[in-house]
């Protein structure tokens, strides 16, 4: 199983601010990776998937990059709307997500 | 605008049986393969089974399988989930998810989530 392991474990910022958020892949996966948000009270939605392609409406303000084992997610300026908490997930080797980033 | 709705949740002993379904709307539901991801506070979002578009191919967690059994009535647009023998590590809030690609592969990403049915196994 390919464990995910996102750091850190909250970030603390303040709206205006860059967020940059880190999922590390205990094996490659290639560009296998998406990066969900999960608001309170909320199921997840996807924001990017294949590493760096952004989802159907997502802000131009969410961006994803890396490959292999190293990927990042950044929040160029964050809204308030965008406190929450962010998961990776791989599709590379069945299907694993990552514990998760507040972002408060 | 696309919908999923599940329900089915609930209490049940260990041992016991519950049968999840998920009615969906806004998208053509024949072609897209679908999945259940459960999320809970110990164990976080955990992928548990996915079925393909046409029903014929499905997928199980290891932690799952052989208990429970995941089919789909493109007739009825609607996505179930029968879970036998159950424990209380199957608690969680269940979320009924759509494949983010038409005629997709079932391990993937997924773009349309439902929101969720709480499972509850205690005795």
């Known amino acids: 199983e390919i464990v995910l392991t996102q750091s850190p474990a909250t970030l603390s910022l303040s709206p205006g601010e860059r967020a940059t958020l880190s999922c590390r892949a205990s094996q490659s996966v290639s560009s296998d990776l998406a990066w969900y948000q999960q608001r309170p009270g909320q199921p997840p939605r996807l924001l990017i998937y294949d590493a760096s392609d952004r989802a159907t409406g997502i802000p131009a303000r969410f961006s994803g990059s890396g490959s292999e084992t190293d990927f990042t997610l950044t929040i160029s300026r964050l809204e308030p709307e965008d406190f929450a908490v962010y998961y990776c997930?791989?599709?590379?080797?069945?299907?694993?997500f990552g514990g998760g980033t507040r972002v408060e | 605008e696309v919908q999923l709705l599940e329900s089915g949740g609930g209490l049940e002993q260990p041992g016991g049986s519950l049968r999840l379904s998920c009615a969906v709307s806004?998208?053509?539901?024949?072609?897209?393969?679908m999945a259940w991801v459960r999320q809970s506070p110990g164990r976080g979002l955990e992928w548990v089974s996915g079925v393909s578009a046409g029903g014929g191919s499905t997928y199980y967690a290891d932690s799952v399988k052989g208990r429970f059994t995941i089919s789909r009535d493109n007739a009825r647009n609607t996505l179930y989930l029968q879970m036998n023998s159950l424990r209380a590590e199957d608690t969680a809030v269940y979320y009924c998810?759509?494949?983010?690609?038409?005629?997709?592969?079932?391990?993937?990403?997924?773009?349309?989530w439902g929101q969720g049915t709480r499972v509850t196994v205690s005795s």
């Open positions: 998810v759509k494949d983010r690609f038409l005629y997709g592969t079932l391990i993937s990403y997924f773009d349309y």
């Open positions: 997930q791989q599709r590379a080797n069945w299907l694993t």
């Open positions: 806004g998208f053509t539901f024949s072609n897209y393969a």
